[in-house]
């Protein structure tokens, strides 16, 4: 998922047949694919066990350390969350080039994961100043890392190896079944280690142990490279690249106090920076297409009319991470006869339900035949369950509040998750795919920073929602049902629309499918 893939073919190791026509060495395998696919599959899911362990956390976190755990921190707790997760995907695209042209793809994954733990130890500690700091180093940390580890599985296959598709489905287990163990342990730990109560969890816990998560996936990697026979090494140089990673390294140590600068300023100002940059990859891409003639131009203007509405959908999709989880805190009925579900619990539903439901919506697609739907309409049934998600919320909010307890029952938040996974199939695995045949030729990696650029608009959108939905007191049923109606009717125009404009839309992009 990096910006661009280098032309150069890297030397094989000992014993192994050299790469020719750029194709990748003959490696041995273990259950069908290369060997190295399987260490690339736990460094990742050490990864994502990291950058999950803590997602669900944040808010709550920062709620009840900093906030005195009043329900007036909700707000800001959710505009910090949207703004830190708006960056990580900005800085993705940085963490791209600099792969690519710079340290090569071996450095920047050890790189970004010594980055990454740094950050996730930073955050356990009890200041608001170091807290964001920390938050800072891991949003550089994962810029150099996470868009350039699914390049190196690419790498280790031909393009027209039939394996490739298959490879990719079992990283991508990995991605997913990290991100559904994080939060079950991170859950359990923070309410039984170190004093924690369900009333009361112990939120450090959760970082430290997702920092050592990242430290596994460094030593991990570190010592499995060497199944990778050179591939993703930076190119050479007379002083083996160490000048290179010195300016790296200065880099990181001048993007943490930027990122820092990015996440104490107003989510609105934040908002008026991340549409300004977008705006302006959006205009490149558009004059790059019209000089490339009149396919390239409407290819990048359907690729930017897509965009538009993948901010919608993540708007409304990263929820998950912030007011569904003041909504699971104190309006969803955890308590099953005197045992409490933990919070953090609820993140694993959405890995659970898209290990469960892929290979079902996959099967689906195949079976509709000529009936499958366009990328277009598969991005409006996406943000349409997206919708239904919250209509359910509506139908909880309003019909199903127990008058005792004042709260919904559990089933309806488990559910909105399911659901929303559902859309989450629809929408992103052709994301990626799709940008990467729309974008003018010259501008590809552009229209993966575009791709990157409108996900993380979203995401700060997400935070400034939330905040509308916990008020300036702290969630209530009132204040939930008020924010969650309009998001249904927002995602509902939305993903009509863009059902209905479908045609229009897949005419424009001449063929691509």
Not at 126 to 137: E, H, M, N, R, Y
Not at 464 to 485: C, H, N, P, Q, R
Request: net charge positive; glycine share 10%; proline share 5%.
């Amino acid at each position: 998922m990096t910006t661009a893939v280098p032309d150069r073919v890297e030397p094989a190791g000992p014993g192994m047949e050299a790469p020719s026509n750029g194709n990748p060495p003959d490696f041995a395998t273990t259950m069908g694919h290369p060997r190295p696919l399987w260490m690339l599959f736990m460094t990742e899911f050490w990864e994502r066990f990291a950058f999950y362990g803590i997602r669900w956390a944040l808010t709550l976190y920062v709620v009840q350390q900093f906030f005195a755990g009043s329900g007036e921190g909700q707000a800001p707790a959710s505009r910090i969350y949207g703004a830190y997760l708006a960056l990580v995907y900005a800085a993705a695209i940085f963490g791209g080039y600099i792969a690519d042209r710079v340290i090569g793809y071996q450095r920047s994954i050890l790189l970004g994961a010594a980055v990454m733990s740094a950050g996730l130890f930073m955050i356990a500690w009890p200041d608001q100043t170091v807290f964001k700091i920390g938050l800072a180093t891991v949003i550089v940390g994962n810029g150099l890392f996470k868009p350039i580890i699914s390049t190196l599985v690419g790498k280790l296959y031909a393009p027209t190896d039939d394996r490739r598709d298959s490879g990719f489905t079992l990283f991508y287990m990995g991605i997913n079944l990290g991100a559904m163990i994080a939060p079950l342990l991170t859950g359990w730990m923070a309410e039984h280690i170190l004093g924690g109560t369900p009333q009361m969890p112990t939120y450090k816990i959760v970082f430290i142990t997702s920092g050592v998560g990242m430290l596994v996936s460094l030593v991990w990697f570190w010592f499995g490279r060497r199944q990778l026979a050179g591939i993703g090494l930076p190119p050479e140089t007379t002083d083996g690249g160490k000048k290179n990673l010195l300016y790296v390294l200065l880099f990181c140590l001048v993007a943490v106090p930027a990122y820092f600068f990015l996440l104490t300023i107003d989510a609105a100002k934040l908002q008026v920076v991340l549409t300004a940059l977008f705006l302006v990859l959006c205009a490149m891409l558009l004059i790059e297409g019209i000089r490339e003639g009149k396919t390239a131009r409407d290819r990048a203007i359907a690729m930017l009319i897509i965009f538009t509405f993948n901010i919608l959908f993540w708007c409304f999709f990263e929820q998950a991470g912030s007011s569904f989880n003041f909504l699971a805190e104190s309006i969803v009925n955890r308590d099953f006869s005197g045992w409490i579900f933990p919070v953090g619990w609820f993140q694993s539903v959405n890995s659970l339900a898209i290990i469960t439901l892929a290979p079902i919506i996959a099967w689906i697609w195949v079976k509709m035949g000529r009936f499958n739907p366009s990328i277009p309409r598969k991005f409006g049934l996406g943000i349409i369950f997206n919708g239904l998600a919250f209509l359910l919320l509506m139908f909880a909010l309003s019909r199903l509040v127990d008058p005792a307890t004042l709260k919904i029952p559990f089933w309806t938040l488990f559910m909105v998750y399911v659901i929303q996974s559902v859309g989450e199939l629809c929408l992103s695995p052709i994301g990626l795919s799709m940008t990467t045949k729309l974008a003018p030729v010259r501008l590809v990696g552009f229209g993966m920073g575009g791709w990157f650029l409108s996900t993380g608009i979203g995401n700060n959108l997400s935070g400034i929602f939330a905040s509308e939905a916990s008020g300036k007191t702290g969630m209530t049923v009132d204040s939930a049902l008020s924010s969650y109606t309009s998001g249904f009717w927002i995602l509902l125009i939305g993903g009509v629309a863009l059902f209905l404009v479908a045609p229009l839309i897949q005419k424009l992009m001449h063929g691509v499918k």
